[in-house]
């Protein structure tokens, strides 16, 4: 099991939790004999090339081929107001820190075709050996102050306290309070709470109205130091009265007043103080630990995959159209090895190749000596050298139940078919299910500080106008059956662009299309505008008046309850004729009434 703790790309040089926790994570991983990464280097990753990823933040939306469980351990106020709920809906799974957490996925998922795992995990510490503190100093805090407005007047005031922490960040601190900052190595943090034999943990609102812990009472746990916390559910909840609290919606003098006896009793009955602090010892090394979140955690999504695959109860044949020249020999065996890994096996692929029946024959003897243990046929059509004929061409030689396609130069997540089938099995009045995509850039550096991997789609269509536009031509299966007579039998148009636009856009008129809520496929990007087709604004004449043509003639189905009215749009002569017949009609029948 290979498994990656994906940290934030832009935080890279900027000191953050997130870092903390990610060499947590590592430890813990390494302990329990995983083959493990901690990174934000998009290229190291795709080298690793890993079972899961953990993105660390909700700021990562899934980027790989892999089972992607996001960390809900943030407020949704902060997910809110950073626009990030398609980062967090394209996540596989999730582990949450707080039973209202889970309510907020739910909510979320609710309307989801697709399943998704839940499990617990926490922004915790590794497991330790309790070892009894020798001596209770000032409390020691740890943080990073991400918001420097909260307990601000506390800090400021309070100077039976040591902070650590970026410098930056608590600037403002008096002489004697700031302590410095501590290495992101997942370990420091013990000496500093052993050594204080006090630890303080306050959170920010948002987190005490969710009832969600930041690290700060795990890590004072783990380090058998006593705690001092505000009145967060989580705590109280699951550490009980082996915790000193303190009500932070008092006034500063109040606070600080009951911090000062919570260190006056701590220091008045050392002995009891130590049993508080190893009872919650004890309680996080059972239940929290990150050695028991990973254990839980890769239990549960072998579980989870597994129940998946036992789901389906009909298993359809699935064809996959490619249309190759044959030149990039490359980029069309990474295409074709995709289709190879899929969870899903009752694929055929066709490929539809445009060339010379020489280089024909020599394609088909490689990809039989190189992918023999997939089905493939090729499909040989000269004369047709324009992509819509290509396209539908390879659309009518199939016979399998569901068809998609994928660019030679394109690649498909490996549970991009199981999870379209299972949309379409589970959905039967869909005509077409779709995933969201990923933007790969190639041949160079991406423009604009992009990073290499970036979630280009993810839209439900029926929320928004014109995003058939956002459904790429690798993201979908349609159901065969359903697509009209006519896009499976009228002599072709020629077209030499967007001719899987006019597919989609047919499609629409005639059904509605399913949003898989997943990522489960990306397309590769060349850094030269001049080299992606989607940039290319001199598509011929001939290619946008036949599609102008078909989008200005299209029938539209509109249903009102259980009834389907026909509406035929026309054209702007067209009304402007029937416009003047009605006026001419209406006066006809006024002077018949004045006569």
């Not at 980027?63 to 809900?72: K, P, S, V």
């Not at 035929?568 to 002077?591: E, H, P, Y």
Request: contains cysteine.
């Amino acid at each position: 099991m290979k498994i990656v703790f994906q940290k934030v790309e832009q935080w890279e040089r900027v000191p953050n939790a997130e870092s903390e926790l990610a060499q947590r994570f590592l430890l813990a991983a390494q302990s329990l004999g995983l083959d493990c990464l901690a990174t934000s280097n998009i290229k190291q990753i795709e080298a690793f090339n890993p079972d899961i990823v953990v993105p660390l933040h909700f700021y990562i939306p899934k980027l790989f081929d892999a089972f992607t469980i996001g960390c809900m351990w943030n407020p949704g106020n902060a997910i809110n107001h950073n626009n990030a709920w398609d980062n967090i809906k394209t996540y596989d799974g999730y582990g949450m820190a707080s039973p209202g957490q889970e309510q907020l996925v739910r909510a979320l998922k609710f309307k989801s075709p697709s399943e998704y795992l839940t499990t617990y995990l926490y922004p915790s510490a590794n497991t330790t050996v309790y070892k009894e503190v020798e001596q209770f100093r000032k409390p020691a805090y740890i943080g990073s102050n991400w918001s420097k407005d909260r307990h601000h007047d506390f800090f400021i005031s309070s100077k039976n306290i040591e902070i650590f922490g970026p410098l930056k960040s608590w600037a403002h601190l008096v002489t004697g309070q700031y302590m410095g900052e501590l290495p992101f190595d997942g370990k420091s943090y013990l000496k500093v709470y052993r050594d204080s034999g006090i630890g303080l943990a306050l959170h920010h609102p948002d987190h005490n109205n969710e009832g969600l812990p930041s690290m700060r009472p795990f890590e004072i746990s783990a380090s058998g130091a006593v705690m001092i916390a505000d009145k967060n559910p989580f705590i109280i909840e699951n550490f009980g009265d082996n915790v000193f609290y303190l009500d932070t919606d008092s006034e500063t003098k109040d606070l600080i007043e009951q911090f000062e006896s919570c260190i006056e009793s701590i220091k008045s009955h050392p002995a009891k103080a130590k049993e508080m602090a190893y009872a919650c010892h004890e309680i996080f090394v059972k239940k929290f630990s990150l050695e028991i979140c990973l254990e839980n955690l890769i239990s549960d999504v072998n579980e989870f995959k597994y129940s998946r695959k036992k789901r389906l109860q009909h298993f359809p044949g699935v064809d996959i159209v490619v249309r190759t020249d044959g030149e990039d020999l490359e980029k069309l065996y990474r295409a074709l090895k995709s289709i190879r890994e899929q969870t899903y096996k009752l694929v055929t692929v066709l490929i539809v190749f445009r060339g010379s029946s020489e280089k024909k024959s020599q394609l088909k003897e490689k990809i039989s000596a190189d992918f023999s243990d997939i089905k493939v046929d090729i499909v040989y059509y000269p004369e047709k050298p324009d992509r819509a004929s290509q396209f539908f061409i390879g659309l009518r030689a199939g016979h399998s139940e569901y068809v998609g396609f994928l660019d030679h130069d394109d690649i498909l997540f490996s549970d991009h078919i199981e999870t379209l089938v299972g949309c379409l099995e589970d959905n039967r009045d869909v005509i077409l299910a779709y995933s969201g995509s990923l933007r790969i850039w190639e041949g160079g550096v991406p423009p604009d500080n992009s990073s290499i991997r970036e979630l280009a789609f993810f839209h439900d269509q029926n929320d928004r106008q014109n995003l058939i536009r956002c459904i790429t031509s690798n993201s979908y299966l349609a159901r065969r059956d359903k697509i009209p007579w006519s896009l499976m039998n009228q002599p072709i148009p020629y077209m030499d662009k967007r001719e899987d636009f006019v597919f989609l856009k047919l499609l629409y008129e005639k059904s509605f299309f399913l949003f898989s809520e997943k990522v489960t496929n990306a397309f590769y990007w060349r850094v030269s505008k001049n080299d992606n087709s989607a940039f290319d604004e001199c598509a011929s004449n001939t290619s946008r008046e036949i599609l102008l043509n078909i989008m200005r003639k299209s029938t539209k189905l509109i249903t009102y309850g259980n009834s389907t009215i026909e509406k035929v749009s026309i054209s702007r002569n067209m009304l402007r004729f029937l416009q003047a017949k009605i006026f001419f009609i209406i006066k006809q029948v006024r002077t018949h009434f004045r006569l």
